[in-house]
């Protein structure tokens, strides 16, 4: 089959088993700290994206940081992804850390890319075939990266925008953790919220680890802010705030980014 261009942020399952022989389709496998022993089945082709120890600054205290344009470059390389590469991504939760992968290759300059709507779950579900899980052993891609501005927010930047109130901050954790109603998963890490940000659950946008249909995605965000407002969605880890900058481009918003160090930076160097 000739090349394809993936116009939309999502793709359904029945689309990717359609598009299975694409000539430059590349299928990423984006599950969080996924062990090839344990979780033996993968989508046909798909190719392990490794976020903790290959696809983040390792170095940085905290965790999941966004790599180096070198870093990032290499890496993909090394999953033999090229230039012209269609990338669709998926993880086991539904849309998790998929939403992350498809951040990070949109803000490195490759537009190509889409998250797969349900992820695993949805393909499984769906009876199509899985095969045993492999390191990918290909040859090397050209793919360049090419840092785009205004996609990723740091800390320094960040305690700015929530003094300033020059963006709209919306926090992807759940209620409770942003009410400080239970303690954070991370051990050691205190209780709050970035001043200045309201609150949307990332699982709000979700039915089943699916995308609620556009109608309801737009009602959500339509509730917080305006089309015209710079938004930056943060979280705990800078996870699940790319459930909220998926959700918001469905939903034409176009002022938006993340912020790398969200919370659990936050939580850290800013006392209560």
Known sequence: MSNVVIEQPVVPV??????????NLVILDGTMSKVFDRFPSQIPKARYFDIKNKFSNV????????????QFEKEARAL???????I?????????SS?????????????????LDGGFPAWTNAKYPV?????????????TAQLQPGKMVYFKEMKTISTTQTH??????????????????????????????ANLPYED?????????????????????????????????GITACVLALGAELSGYKNIKVYDGSWTEWGTLVKA
């Open 14 to 23: 029945d689309w990717l088993h359609d598009h299975l022989n694409v000539d």
């Open 59 to 70: 170095l940085d205290p905290f965790p999941n940081a966004f790599p180096s344009t070198e």
């Open 80 to 86: 033999g992804i090229n230039k012209n590469s269609a």
């Open 88 to 96: 669709v991504v998926y993880d086991d939760k539904g849309i998790y």
């Open 99 to 115: 939403a992350r992968v498809w951040w990070m290759f949109k803000a490195f300059g490759h537009l190509n890319v889409a998250v």
């Open 131 to 143: 095969e045993p899980m492999t390191p990918f052993s290909g040859p090397l891609g050209d793919f």
């Open 168 to 197: 709209k901050i919306l926090d992807a954790r759940s209620a409770a953790r942003f009410n400080s109603q239970e303690p954070e998963p991370r051990a050691g890490l205190r209780m709050g919220t970035i001043p200045n940000s």
């Open 205 to 237: 946008l979700l039915e089943e680890g699916v995308l609620k249909p556009n109608e309801q995605l737009h009602k959500a965000f339509e509730a917080l802010v305006n089309k015209d407002d710079e938004i930056v969605f943060s979280c705990g880890s």
